[in-house]
């Protein structure tokens, strides 16, 4: 018996429906125990188990069918076990507050499913949305209602085509007369046919139309309208296929003429678009375009691999040809600009000129190194753009060569035109003529070759169409770089003289077909690139290319096809393979540079482990800095210390003469008076003439002395980069040359020193003493220069010999004995005189000849020099020891002391002069000439950074070269990654 307990409010009905739902379900026996008071729960539990086992299972019936099994005790519930029972158990059903927790949910879910409305108005707001897009989107397409006149409507084709169908049939039924046109036409039907798959150009093509019975063939040619009295049975073939071709020309005109409307509009739009912000007045950086990058990239390229190694391989136009042949007016016809110049048959293009080619507002053309901008609107800056380009040319052609390898670069920009880069070559030549180098056929070839190899690059070959094929130069040199003619495109000009020349079509037709030549190519073209006269613009050749290839008889004849004629659709074909190879080949070369970058990078850390990586111009900018910094640092010299040392160049500098030319000769006077006379006429003239000119020459060199000590003071540090040497004594060396001192300043130190050196008082004690120290200190100097001097002539002493074990020369023993012998006239005469006579040479020299020494007279003078200077030079520094207590006397005149002190007033007045000009100097130096000195550092400086030859000179070695070569690559890779980029957005 299965027992079944319910909870809450109850119908009489509820039990009955319960236990016959209960037994459908279990197919067993019920009994139901329906409770409408909670509080009674416990209880009925109690009562059911207690009418059962002590353990008795219950299953409790839960909404969605879920069985729980319950295990109750004596008035206790577990917890429920979570498996089916097995031995006889009684149902509860929940309560009305479990269905109500049921309802809740069921709630919840119903104001989730509002959701949809939600959706359903997000769908139909996006497609209102969608709808505003695509109808802003179809103002941008261009108008093609004209198209209508030419291609009828779906249902007026259907309704004509089922128009035909019911007449021909009708007709065929009814009328048997008519079989005679079914079996003229099937006879003629194949003739027809291969005569118009022969002449038809391939664009407008031929319809075959065929009915069951009746075969017909229609050629549609847009707006051609062919009545029944046009093709007439009494018209021949040949009048019906020539007005069958002048109505083709009709049509491809009109499409051309429609494109060109339509390309006119396409610049004038993007025109307006560019210039939008400059009307706004927004001020935004506009991003460079994608042809900008891409020659941003070669221009690296160009200085980084100059000879086109296997490094270089991205793609670029290479215009070839033969001298003369008109490939720089097919490059100008691209450019749609005369920018070249030009001449009639000799060689203009001397060297390699990359250019730019991308749109813009306005047609103007720049160079790489120069931010002036030519408008090529306009004919004066036309000359002048053509005069800068043959200058350039000019400079890069090195003395005695023809050609140069130097690339010339430049960018044109302009609406309309096609984004790609081109190089223009020069012309190959078959004769070297008179004055030309010897050696310009080869090199020409070798430069073609150079950028041939490049295996991406595109070969645009211009042959001349006037000449004959056999003449050609420039087919051989292509087929040998590009033999399967995967990247080559052959240009036929001057087309219009061919035909004027030409008896047989058939032979450009060959060319265009690639059978003539022994080359092949992408594609063919033929194109007309002038009348022959230089002056013509290029509206009015692209005209007379227009109106010639209409009235072509080659085109007339189909010789030359619609898509291989005029420059316009070279240019488009040019610029659509060079964009496809671009794409192909650029990530290879970016790969290429990143593992070239790692192998840099990684011999730089092994190479130069704690040096930080700096190319040339860091290392140039680095140098700098610090010697500017050693120039302020000159202010930073004390004046104490700049008159110190003005003070002891002044005198190494002049001592000489004023102890040979003034103090020696004066001192030989008898009397004070005639000392003091010949003092005061040599002091006079020293200071007019040469005084004040060795002074600023002192000035000169000791500030240029003080900045190269500041320079040079840590060559002797441990840590010292010795990379700068070179440039920093270029620049100490530089600025030598550059400084001139101020030319004021000699005459002011003129006035200044001859009113000192006529000044013979000393005022004091102090000054007295401050003389006899300077003299004491310049004879003592004077003598040990003169015992030195004497010491090298007359050879190591005796003691010196026996200590040292050195010997004596002949000669020094010659001089030992000349010696001797004069130091005793100075035993006769004390006071002898700085010159020897006659006899006293003759003397001298026969006792010297009786220890049989025979020596000259000059022999004898050399070894006098010296000797009579030692002795006066002692007997000098004996009277200035004399002289430090004569002050008092010196005040009195000397009258009754008997001494002799006036050479001390001699060095008081030098003494005093070196004072004030090394203060003048200091003055000098310290308000003009370190600022002056400064300006032309800076100036140096600057020429230095500007001459890179020179500075690959000053700044060289391994580690300037890797570090070089390493910003290049990280340069390069970085440009190709930026372009790569911006190439896969475009994308």
């Known amino acids: 018996m299965l027992t079944v307990l319910l909870r809450g409010h109850f119908g009489p009905y509820c039990g009955r429906c319960v236990k016959k739902s209960v037994a459908v379900a279990h197919k067993r026996d019920l009994h139901v125990w329906l409770r409408t008071q909670t509080s009674a729960n416990t209880a009925v539990l109690r009562n059911i188990v207690s009418k059962t086992q002590t353990h008795r299972q219950i299953l409790a019936l839960q909404p969605r069918n879920v069985y729980q099994i319950c295990n109750f005790s004596a008035l206790r519930i577990a917890r429920p076990i979570l498996r089916a029972p097995s031995s006889p158990y009684k149902v509860i059903v929940f309560s009305q507050r479990d269905m109500s927790v049921i309802g809740r949910l069921a709630g919840g879910f119903g104001r989730f499913l509002r959701v949809r409305y939600l959706i359903l108005t997000g769908a139909v707001g996006g497609g209102v949305a969608v709808n505003k897009k695509i109808d802003s989107w179809k103002e941008y397409f261009p108008d093609l209602d004209w198209m209508k006149e030419y291609i009828p409507e779906s249902e007026a084709l259907s309704q004509l085509a089922s128009s035909i169908r019911n007449f021909a049939k009708h007709t065929m039924e009814t009328n048997e007369q008519m079989s005679w046109l079914k079996t003229k036409l099937s006879d003629n039907k194949k003739a027809v046919v291969d005569w118009l798959s022969q002449h038809s150009p391939p664009d407008l093509g031929s319809t075959l139309v065929e009915d069951a019975n009746v075969s017909t063939t229609t050629a549609v040619f847009g707006e051609a309208k062919a009545t029944g009295a046009e093709y007439s049975s009494d018209s021949t073939d040949k009048k019906r296929l020539e007005r069958v071709q002048g109505e083709m020309m009709e049509v491809q005109l009109r499409y051309q003429k429609e494109i060109e409307r339509l390309e006119k509009d396409n610049r004038e739009l993007r025109k307006q678009l560019l210039l939008r912000e400059q009307k706004s007045g927004k001020k935004r950086v506009m991003k460079k375009s994608l042809i900008d990058m891409y020659s941003e990239v070669l221009d690296d390229l160009n200085v980084y691999d100059s000879s086109y190694n296997t490094q270089d391989n991205l793609p670029r136009v290479v215009v070839v040809g033969d001298q003369s042949s008109g490939k720089t007016s097919v490059l100008e016809m691209i450019a749609q600009a005369r920018i070249f110049p030009r001449g009639s048959g000799e060689m203009m293009t001397r060297s390699p000129v990359k250019v730019t080619l991308s749109e813009g507002p306005f047609h103007v053309a720049k160079f790489k190194d120069s931010n002036r901008e030519f408008d090529l609107t306009k004919e004066s800056d036309l000359a002048a753009l053509r005069r800068e380009v043959e200058l350039r040319m000019k400079a890069s052609v090195q003395k005695g060569q023809t050609v140069s390898n130097e690339c010339i670069s430049m960018s044109v920009a302009g609406p309309g035109l096609q984004r790609m880069v081109l190089v223009d070559l020069p012309g190959i030549i078959s004769t ?71 008896y047989n079509p058939d032979r450009i037709k060959s060319i265009l077909e690639g059978r003539l030549f022994p080359m092949q190519a992408l594609g063919y073209f033929a194109v007309v690139t002038g009348r022959g006269n230089t002056n013509d613009s290029i509206a009015s050749i692209k005209d007379y290319e227009d109106r010639f290839f209409r009235n072509s008889r080659l085109f007339k004849d189909g010789v030359l096809k619609p898509t291989q004629m005029t420059t316009q659709n070279l240019s488009m074909a040019v610029s659509d393979i060079f964009w496809k190879m671009v794409k192909e080949t650029v990530e290879q070369q970016a790969d290429a540079f990143k593992a070239t970058r790692f192998n840099l990078e990684t011999e730089w850390k092994n190479t130069f482990p704690r040096i930080r990586e700096l190319d040339r111009t860091e290392l140039f900018e680095k140098a700098r800095g ?15 210390q700049w008159e110190n040392i003005f003070y002891k160049k002044l005198w190494e500098k002049n001592a000489t003469h004023v102890l040979e030319n003034i103090y020696l000769p004066a001192a030989q006077a008898e009397n004070s008076g005639t000392f003091n006379t010949a003092v005061d006429i040599k002091l006079k003239g020293w200071a007019d003439v040469q005084l004040p000119k060795r002074c600023v020459e002192v000035g000169w ?31 100490i060396e530089g600025s030598k040359e550059r400084h001139k001192w101020d030319e004021k300043a000699e005459q002011s130190l003129r006035v200044i020193q001859v009113n000192i050196l006529e000044d013979r008082s000393v005022s004091d004690k102090r000054h007295w003493d401050s003389a006899i120290k300077f003299m004491e200190d310049t004879l003592k100097e004077k003598l040990k220069q003169s015992e030195d001097s004497l010491r090298k002539l007359t050879g190591p002493s005796t003691t010196e010999q026996w200590m040292y074990w050195q010997r004596q020369s002949q000669d020094n023993k010659d001089r030992s004995a000349a010696k001797s012998e004069l130091e005793k006239l100075f035993h006769t005469d004390p006071q002898h005189k700085s010159h020897l006579s006659g006899d006293e040479l003759t003397t001298a020299r026969k006792n010297l000849q009786s220890y049989s020494i025979d020596v000259s007279n000059d022999f004898i003078r050399e070894t006098w020099y010296h000797v009579f200077r030692l002795n006066f030079f002692k007997k000098a520094l004996y009277q200035a020891q004399q002289c430090k207590k004569g002050f008092y006397y010196y005040q009195r005149g000397f009258s009754e002391s008997g001494l002799e002190c006036h050479d001390v007033v001699l060095f008081w007045r030098l003494l005093r002069m070196l004072e004030v000009t090394s203060n003048s100097l200091r003055q000098q130096v310290v308000n003009n000439e370190a600022r002056r000195l400064e300006r032309i550092i800076k100036d140096t400086l600057e020429d230095l950074g500007e001459d890179k030859e020179r500075l690959e000179k000053l700044l060289t070695g391994r580690r300037v070269l890797l570090a070089e070569e390493l910003k290049k690559v990280r340069q390069i890779q970085d440009r190709l990654e930026e372009f790569i980029q911006a190439l896969n957005k475009e994308k």
């Open 432 to 502: 070297v003529t008179t004055g030309m180098a010897p050696d310009t056929k080869d090199s020409i070839k070798g430069m073609c070759k150079s950028h041939m190899e490049n295996p991406n690059s595109i070969i645009l070959c211009i042959q001349d169409g006037s000449l004959d094929a056999e003449r050609s130069n420039v087919t051989e040199l292509v087929s040998q770089m590009d033999p399967q003619g995967k990247r080559t495109i052959f240009v036929l000009t001057k087309v219009d003289l061919a035909e004027s020349s030409l």
């Open 626 to 640: 610090e010697i500017l910094d050693e120039v302020i640092n000159l202010s930073q010299v004390t004046p104490k």
């Open 701 to 731: 060199e000791t500030l240029h002395e003080e900045f190269q000590k500041l320079v040079g003071r840590d060559q002797d540090k441990k840590h010292h980069d010795d990379i700068f040497n070179q440039l920093k004594s270029a620049v």
